[in-house]
Nanobody, 128 residues
């Protein structure tokens, strides 16, 4: 079993920055793909970013490319999402997730059903 706990969410103003963390326990996630997804109120959960086990494979949704940075610290079993230039439309619950493989294509890593463990989410609210 893997437990994922997100933290770092909060209320910020448009243009601000925020860093989310996803801490894993139970079993190491260092050999697996980790992803960030988000779900806005009334909308479907959507892909944000994913990172392969070594950090060499990274993908972003077009909506966050250039503003968000995903990274990982395998020694700490933690994945991060640095968010800059936040927009109102970034408001959502952000979830981290683990996929049961080490790397892959954008098509695969951006699919929700490829991930088998999920955190409980952390709320990010961006105000004007």
């Amino acid at each position: 079993q893997v437990q994922l706990v997100e933290s770092g969410g909060g209320l910020v103003q448009a243009g601000d920055s925020l860093r989310l963390s996803c801490s894993a326990s139970g079993r190491t996630v260092s050999s697996y793909v980790m992803g960030w997804f988000r779900q806005a109120l009334g909308k479907e959960r959507e892909f944000v970013a994913a990172i392969g086990w070594r950090g060499g494979t990274i993908y972003y949704a077009d909506s966050v490319k250039g503003r968000f940075t995903i990274s990982r610290d395998n020694a700490e079993n933690t994945v991060y999402l640095q968010m800059k230039s936040l927009k109102l439309e970034d408001t959502a619950v952000y979830y981290c997730a683990r996929a049961p493989f080490s790397t892959g294509t954008f098509a695969r890593l951006s699919r929700l059903n490829e991930y088998d463990y999920w955190g409980q989410g952390t709320q990010v609210t961006v105000s004007s």
